[in-house]
């Protein structure tokens, strides 16, 4: 019996730890498209992002902005505020414009767009073979240039979209320098971090190595993969930041679940 009752106790105090621990650590919501007539796993209606805006803006959290994090993980500063979170968007859709900046503008909610910048100007090719491929226009370069950057910041989403879990070290290295090279040309004002497409990443870890390596030759600082887990501060390794996958099949309660617990197995 006393056995027992020490092994829930055990059980009780180690739970209590990791949601103590989860409640101090860093958000990264993960977004694509914002669509008012459709919502799906990667479309949430203008309306629910209204609201899972206003909730973060009520409910005790803190959205920083991606130099924020940068500067943080750099030691430029100390600490960041309490209950970090951090809004991005992955694809750079023209409806991020449309439907996501005005509201973003109206609650002072700073994000990141994450951008591949193979497809700027086109739409969202590399989902075409898919069975519910629906074509969605991406930003151009003039449309990128002019987002404010106290409130959007632009960041890397790989060149061509690619899978790095299924792509070899040259082919990394290659497409890491098409996706600076094309963001230079363009002159958009890009920061030092880095959205895994699909989060994918190598599963052998001397070729995962490899890639981290060739991010670090690329001037890349920050990785971020999905994971859905909250990330315990300080980061623990700067290229395997986890985010937490927003969908529009989520109710605001299960949002809420999400921002507050994040995965807890």
């Given at each position: 019996m006393w056995i027992l009752l020490l092994a829930v106790l055990l059980f009780v105090v180690i739970v209590g730890l990791i949601l103590?621990?989860?409640q101090k650590g860093l958000r990264v919501l993960m977004y694509h498209k914002v669509d008012p007539v459709r919502s799906d796993m990667l479309t949430v209606t203008p309306e629910q992002l209204r609201q899972q805006v206003q909730y973060l803006r009520t409910g005790g959290y803190s959205v920083i902005t991606m130099p924020d994090l940068l500067a943080y993980v750099q030691g430029q500063r100390l600490s960041l505020p309490k209950r970090p979170v951090l809004v991005t968007f992955d694809d750079a859709y023209e409806n991020n414009l449309t439907y996501a900046l005005p509201i973003l503008k109206e609650?002072?909610?700073?994000?990141?767009i994450f951008v591949?910048?193979?497809?700027i100007g086109d739409i969202n090719?590399?989902?075409s073979g898919t069975?519910?491929?629906?074509a969605d226009n991406l930003l151009t370069a003039e449309q990128l240039k002019g987002l404010s950057p106290s409130l959007i910041s632009l960041a890397y989403h790989s060149h061509r979209h690619i899978n790095y879990k299924h792509t070899d070290p040259a082919g990394i290295r290659d497409d890491l320098k098409e996706n600076k090279q094309t963001a230079q040309e363009?002159?958009?004002?890009?920061?030092?971090?880095?959205?895994?497409?699909?989060?994918?990443r190598p599963k052998k870890p001397?070729?995962?190595q490899q890639m981290y390596d060739a991010m670090v030759a690329a001037g890349i600082q920050l990785g971020f993969r999905i994971g859905n887990r909250i990330n315990p501060l300080p980061i623990r390794h700067p290229f395997d930041i986890n985010r937490i996958d927003i969908r529009g099949t989520d109710s605001l309660s299960a949002f809420k679940r999400k921002v507050r617990w994040g995965k807890l197995l």
């Open positions: 103590h621990r989860q609650h002072q909610t700073p994000a990141t591949p910048t193979a497809y090719a590399w989902d069975p519910s491929f629906i363009m002159a958009l004002p890009m920061v030092s971090a880095f959205a895994y497409p699909y989060g994918g001397v070729v995962r």
